[in-house]
């Protein structure tokens, strides 16, 4: 199956997309991410570490990370909201500090305007949004005048709510459907499309079988004419099928990596840099024989 091409315009940082699988390595400033990483990262004092996040950074790197993704606040079921004020004190020195260190383009995980305002002050180029459908204008404008790359994920309800909202009746159809709202919104306040990153939101208000079906018609996003980026790093329909907790899901993962890249995505967001980066060369590989 051939992958569509398209170039990301990311605050004038331009990313050939669709040659090759580009990573996007997790970098949680969480002390409450699911898959425990984040813990490293927030020192006995209860703030964040930047040396230590500093330290992650160069790793994943080094490992092949194309883009850093770096989040203050939990997405995981059932997690608790992080007041503003402490979401900004976990990721903006973090940021900062990585800016100025490194070329890779830095995103940052947050739902929060004021949180994407400062890391995009901060350096950051890419505003990575779980709330899709529901953005608001004010947000979209923001994203527009700081010409930045905005991912837009497709989720019911709140983490905290979520698992309520996974009902439907064609789940492909419909999460294109709302997708495609979000895109029109982004489109009608000034953001081009070539600035426009799509994600189905593999686990968000999706049970297990909503997400395999997912990432079996994944190509049915193509339509809309965005990136894909695809999330499957650990999550809990992996462990679902094997039976394991987010430490042993490392085969699993790669699997619905492998299976992504071959049916059209063009980001892969993993926690597991060097494992996931040697999946997707030989899928890339592959998928060009």
Same mark, same amino acid.
Do not use: W
């Given at each position: 199956m051939?992958?569509?091409v398209?170039d990301?315009?990311?605050?004038?940082?331009?990313?050939?997309?669709?040659?090759?699988?580009?990573?996007?390595?997790?970098?949680?400033?969480?002390?409450?991410?699911?898959?425990?990483?984040?813990?490293?990262?927030? $020192?006995?004092?209860?703030?964040?570490? !930047?040396?230590?996040?500093?330290?992650?950074?160069?790793?994943?790197i080094?490992?092949?990370a194309?883009?850093?993704?770096?989040g203050?606040?939990?997405?995981?079921?059932?997690?608790s909201?992080?007041?503003?004020?402490?979401?900004?004190?976990?990721?903006?020195p973090?940021?900062d500090?990585l800016?100025?260190r490194?070329?890779?383009?830095? %995103?940052?995980?947050?739902?929060?305007?004021e949180?994407?305002?400062?890391?995009?002050?901060?350096g950051?180029?890419?505003?990575?949004?779980?709330k899709?459908?529901?953005?608001?204008?004010?947000?979209?404008?923001?994203?527009?005048?700081?010409?930045?790359?905005i991912?837009?994920?497709?989720?019911?309800?709140?983490?905290?709510?979520?698992?309520?909202?996974?009902?439907?009746k064609?789940?492909?159809?419909?999460?294109?459907?709302?997708?495609?709202i979000?895109?029109e919104?982004?489109?009608?306040?000034?953001?081009?499309?070539?600035?426009?990153?799509?994600?189905?939101?593999?686990?968000?208000?999706?049970?297990?079988?909503? %997400?395999?079906?997912?990432?079996?018609?994944?190509?049915?996003? $193509?339509?809309?004419?965005?990136?894909?980026?695809?999330? !499957?790093?650990r999550?809990?329909?992996?462990?679902?099928?094997?039976?394991?907790?987010?430490?042993?899901?490392?085969?699993?993962?790669?699997?619905?990596?492998?299976?992504?890249?071959?049916?059209?995505a063009?980001?892969?967001?993993?926690h597991?840099?060097k494992?996931?980066?040697? !999946?997707?060369?030989?899928?890339?590989?592959?998928?060009?024989?």
């Amino acid at each position: 199956m051939k992958r569509s091409v398209l170039d990301l315009n990311a605050r004038g940082m331009i990313l050939p997309l669709g040659h090759e699988t580009k990573i996007m390595g997790i970098l949680n400033c969480t002390p409450d991410s699911f898959s425990g990483d984040g813990k490293i990262k927030i $020192n006995k004092a209860g703030t964040v570490d !930047t040396g230590a996040c500093l330290f992650f950074a160069d790793k994943i790197i080094h490992e092949g990370a194309d883009i850093l993704d770096i989040g203050g606040e939990s997405t995981r079921p059932e997690a608790s909201p992080v007041p503003l004020q402490e979401e900004i004190k976990r990721v903006i020195p973090v940021i900062d500090a990585l800016a100025r260190r490194t070329a890779i383009p830095i %995103s940052v995980d947050t739902s929060k305007m004021e949180v994407a305002r400062r890391a995009l002050d901060a350096g950051a180029v890419i505003i990575n949004n779980i709330k899709g459908t529901r953005i608001t204008k004010g947000f979209l404008r923001m994203v527009r005048d700081y010409q930045a790359a905005i991912v837009l994920m497709h989720m019911r309800g709140t983490p905290a709510t979520m698992k309520a909202y996974a009902r439907y009746k064609d789940v492909v159809k419909e999460v294109l459907e709302e997708l495609q709202i979000s895109i029109e919104k982004c489109l009608e306040i000034g953001i081009k499309r070539n600035r426009i990153i799509i994600d189905p939101g593999i686990g968000f208000a999706k049970d297990m079988a909503h %997400s395999l079906t997912l990432i079996n018609h994944l190509n049915a996003l $193509n339509v809309l004419r965005c990136p894909i980026l695809l999330g !499957t790093s650990r999550k809990s329909f992996i462990g679902q099928i094997l039976e394991k907790e987010a430490d042993g899901r490392l085969m699993g993962t790669a699997a619905t990596v492998a299976a992504g890249i071959m049916r059209g995505a063009h980001i892969l967001r993993v926690h597991d840099v060097k494992a996931m980066k040697e !999946t997707a060369k030989v899928t890339d590989v592959l998928l060009k024989a």
